[in-house]
């Protein structure tokens, strides 16, 4: 079931700590407005992987992470699966949190800006939904997840690391996505995503899939946002192609990272 442990790291569990520094410095460059978030995707992911090279004294290689080239069909059986059951808690959380559909849809939709000019539009939706799900399931499941994972591994007790591993990266993954709601009952639905994507990279091994099952959330999150939230407001072709492309997109992101990795 556990396929991290096809191959265990040497990364040593306080490497996650230094993933969390990653997050935390590269928060700034968010803060400063929107046009600074795709760095700040880039800038985490690139961090995360740069204090691991610093600490272990090597480059993580595309074995490390679990980047491949493609999916199996049980990896193809487990996102989808996970996918079907997180949406299905966010919708159904989403109906006990109250509120139509169409009306939070048209305020993400004016508070995201894709009813303004075309440039900040497209920044926002590429750094939604492909930079966030490539960069974030390296930070999130690769740099804090594994290295977790992989020290209790190595003592035999994978079992443990796995749920350690999940439970640390799912409440980081959850922290940027409550910045505004705090605790309420949405919580529980990021949460149970990240524990979701977590899941998806212990069972498969594979950070790929942990990112194409992050796509194919953003792809719907950001498709009802277009579809009913639009109201008389013609959105851009553009912006349907990246969002309802996104998997593509993404798994080409997947791809982009992995050549420029070592293999071991």
Request: proline share 4%.
């Amino acid at each position: 079931m556990n396929r991290l442990t096809a191959h265990v790291t040497t990364w040593r569990a306080w490497y996650a700590v230094l993933a969390m520094s990653a997050f935390v410095l590269s928060s700034f460059a968010a803060v400063a407005g929107a046009a600074f978030t795709p760095l700040s995707f880039l800038l985490f992911a690139a961090l995360s992987l740069l204090f691991i090279t610093v600490a272990s004294r090597r480059w993580p290689s595309r074995l490390d992470l679990g980047l491949r080239r493609g999916l199996t069909v049980r990896d193809i059986v487990v996102v989808l699966v996970v996918f079907a059951v997180t949406h299905l808690s966010f919708w159904l959380l989403g109906m006990v949190d109250g509120g139509a559909q169409g009306d939070q849809a048209a305020r993400l939709f004016t508070e995201t800006g894709l009813d303004g000019p075309l440039l900040p539009a497209v920044a926002v939706v590429v750094s939604s939904v492909v930079l966030a799900p490539v960069c974030e399931e390296i930070l999130y499941r690769g740099a804090m997840l594994r290295p977790l994972h992989d020290s209790l591994a190595r003592r035999g007790r994978a079992g443990l690391g796995a749920v350690i591993g999940i439970t640390v990266s799912t409440l980081f993954f959850a922290m940027p996505h409550l910045a505004e709601d705090t605790i309420n009952v949405m919580s529980i639905a990021y949460l149970l995503t990240g524990a979701g994507l977590g899941l998806v990279y212990v069972l498969t091994g594979s950070l790929t899939a942990a990112m194409l099952g992050h796509s194919l959330q953003s792809m719907v999150v950001f498709g009802q946002v277009l579809i009913f939230g639009r109201g008389d407001t013609d959105v851009h072709p553009l912006l349907w192609i990246l969002v309802f492309g996104c998997p593509i997109w993404v798994y080409l992101g997947s791809q982009l990272v992995r050549v420029m990795l070592p293999p071991r």
